[in-house]
């Protein structure tokens, strides 16, 4: 008897104990990436949108000691946070322009959380769908998810508000039960226009001259021939021919000035790109390049905003690629362009940063019916050419040249064109706020 009680109680304080949830102290917005930290890595949370107003929420098992908020940055109104129900904190993600939830990922400090732009019908369906569970990417292999889900299921409705002391300005981000979302309407059903048109933005106020000015930047150049088609051709020369058709678009109206760091076949290293868009106080800078894969079915065109942390490993890899293009040259980027040394401390001031995003988002609107795009159009990476901290900046890739699809637009001068077009219509909206 007495070895059996001594075994019972070893089994006891062998049990594995639960997992203590995840403390949250504090919210932070960046273009397109919604951090929280916490004293740990929190793995488990649920997702919803509602609409009027609208707005993405996000339920995740922690603790909360007081409620918290933060500013937002593109299409992201503000960020509020508040304890729900015991157990369960809610982030509300209050949106000025559909947006859905891309990834989220725990961190041993606690969790990024990726959007992305949508339309209009595509926000509508994600009211509709409801509470269902977010997939929580672990950052790494040692942490696990916890072996229980939280004490809300995700096809459960959460517990009455009148069993707890719950914030008043998070009841109205609540959603119905499921019975009641069955018998009636859900706010998603409302008839909307399926694809409304956005607010116009106000025209950029020129920073010199009587007109706003664009720099365009022909990516590469010179020795430095950037990516190789499939067929052999360079990069360098694609860039060039998007950039001045560009240029003669937005001549041909004459409403916008426009100035190229390179007329030619010249080599320029990153920094003197960056140097030109400053020292013009040009009112915007857009990096025109192509982009190559091992992946041959890998196309379409993205548009790159900066930041420090990319937003996906090809992300990475691209800028990585891109911000060599200064060995080549045998040039130090740091005697070139001294001033760029701190640039990441001024490239947090919200306003420059917040205005390359809306740009991004404009020029995705205006190129969506002359090129395929890649899953997601808008990505972020720390791109040496985009780290003017007073010029908005943009990178577009136009397309892989590794790709015979891409390639053939690319090299042919309607595709072009058509490209040319798209930037200049861009430009122009953001610029004069048409």
């Known amino acids: 008897m007495l070895l059996l009680l001594l075994l ?6 062998a049990a594995p104990l639960p997992a203590l949830a995840a403390r949250l102290t504090g919210l932070a917005m960046a273009p397109g990436v919604v951090t929280i930290t916490a004293d740990g890595p929190p793995a488990v949370a649920f997702q919803f949108a509602l609409a009027g107003p609208d707005r993405l929420v996000v339920d995740i098992p922690a603790v909360l000691p007081a409620p918290l908020a933060a500013a937002g940055a593109g299409n992201v109104r503000g960020l509020r946070a508040a304890m729900f129900a015991p157990g369960v904190a809610r982030l509300v993600i209050e949106l ?11 961190r041993p400090d606690g969790m990024a959380i990726t959007l992305r732009r949508v339309t209009a019908a595509e926000f509508a369906k994600q009211v509709a769908r409801g509470r269902r569970p977010l997939p929580v990417e672990v950052a790494a292999p040692a942490m696990a998810l916890p072996p229980a889900a939280p004490a809300t299921s995700p096809t459960s409705p959460m517990p009455p508000t009148d069993d707890f002391a719950l914030p008043a300005d998070l009841f109205a981000d609540r959603p119905p039960p499921a019975a009641a979302r069955a018998a009636t309407p859900a706010p998603a059903a409302t008839p909307a226009p399926a694809d409304p ?3 116009r933005p106000a025209p950029v106020r020129p920073r ?7 720099v365009i930047d022909a990516g590469h150049g010179g020795k430095d021939v950037g990516a190789i088609s499939i067929d052999g051709r360079y990069e360098k020369d694609v860039t060039l021919a998007i950039a001045r058709a560009t240029a003669r678009e937005l001549q041909r109206s004459g409403r916008v000035r426009v100035r190229l760091t390179r007329e030619g076949d010249s080599f320029l290293p990153l920094g003197g790109r960056v140097s030109i868009a400053r020292q013009a106080r040009a009112d915007l800078f857009i990096s025109v390049h192509a982009d190559s894969a091992g992946n041959p079915q890998a196309r379409g065109a993205s548009v790159y905003t900066l930041s420090a942390v990319a937003s996906d490993a090809v992300a990475a890899r691209l800028a990585a690629r891109e911000n060599r293009a200064d060995i080549i040259g045998g ?4 005697q070139i362009a001294p001033d760029v040394g701190d640039i990441m401390i001024d490239l947090s001031r919200r306003a420059t940063s917040n205005v390359s995003v809306a740009f991004a988002d404009t020029l995705q609107d205006a190129l969506s019916n002359q090129v395929t795009f890649r899953s997601r159009f808008h990505h972020f990476a720390g791109f040496a050419v985009l780290k003017a901290p007073d010029v908005p900046s943009v990178l577009l890739e136009t397309g892989y040249l590794s790709n015979h699809d891409d390639a053939d637009l690319l090299f042919s001068d309607e595709g072009r064109r058509r490209i040319a077009r798209g930037i200049a219509l861009a430009v122009e909206r953001h ?4």
């Open 331 to 334: 040039i130090n980027l740091g």
């Open 96 to 106: 000025s322009g559909p947006l859905a939830i891309d990834a989220a990922r725990s």
């Open 197 to 199: 048109e956005p607010p």
């Open 8 to 13: 019972l109680l070893v089994g006891a304080v």
């Open 431 to 434: 610029l004069l706020g048409e």
């Open 208 to 214: 010199s001259g009587k007109q706003p000015l664009v």
